[in-house]
């Protein structure tokens, strides 16, 4: 093969692999993209609720890592059983994205709510009974989330060990696509603002 087919094979390859791999992201894509419109119905709390989510907390922020925001779950989904020790305890091992365990809300500044985006959550001890590796999306791995008694912020969030994955398929983040907390946005007293505006 002469040597300019060889280079423009290599490169149609090197192209066509470079398009399937899942490279950190801070805007979806085409696939997101339209899970974000499959999802546009969540947009409306009401309608949240009328599928069975519950908010499960208030608006989340922390100190210098940004804010997750609300937090409203679908029990079954999740799973859900007694508390442990005054932590959320569940048998979930649920992955799927339409529709999500749990929905990420942000004050609108006029009293209501916004979608944020997403998370993906399972318990620890349920999933790796029933496997032998971490949940996965699009080949991105989850966060394991357990506390560490050794530090003031709870990392686990109030929750049993557990495996988790934000999506922010609604606000940008510039931390990326799956980070936990975004800085951009930040829970205000009685009111929701982005930072800087």
Known sequence: MPNIFRAIACSSALI?????????RTQPDAALQELARQLEPYK???YARSQGYVQGSACE??????????????????????PVNGRVNGTGTYTGTNPPAIL?????????????????LVFAAAWDAANNHPPMYRGRAYNYMV??????????????????????????????????????????VGHFRHVGE
């Not at 066509?16 to 950190?24: L, Y």
């Not at 922020?61 to 079954?76: A, C, E, K, N, Q």
């Open 61 to 82: 922020s922390h100190p210098t890592l940004g804010t997750m925001g609300f937090h409203y779950v679908r029990p079954d989904l999740l799973g859900l059983t007694a």
């Open 16 to 24: 066509a692999s470079a398009a399937f791999a899942d490279v950190p």
């Open 147 to 188: 506390d560490n008694p050794n530090t003031p912020h709870d990392e686990a969030h109030r929750f049993m060990p557990h495996y988790d994955l934000h999506i922010w398929l609604f606000e940008h983040n510039p931390s990326g696509l799956y980070a936990q907390w975004n800085p951009s946005i930040s829970c205000g």
């Open 44 to 46: 409306n709390v009401s």
């Open 104 to 120: 990420l809300y942000i004050p609108d500044g006029q009293g209501g709510l916004e979608l944020a985006g997403i998370e993906l």
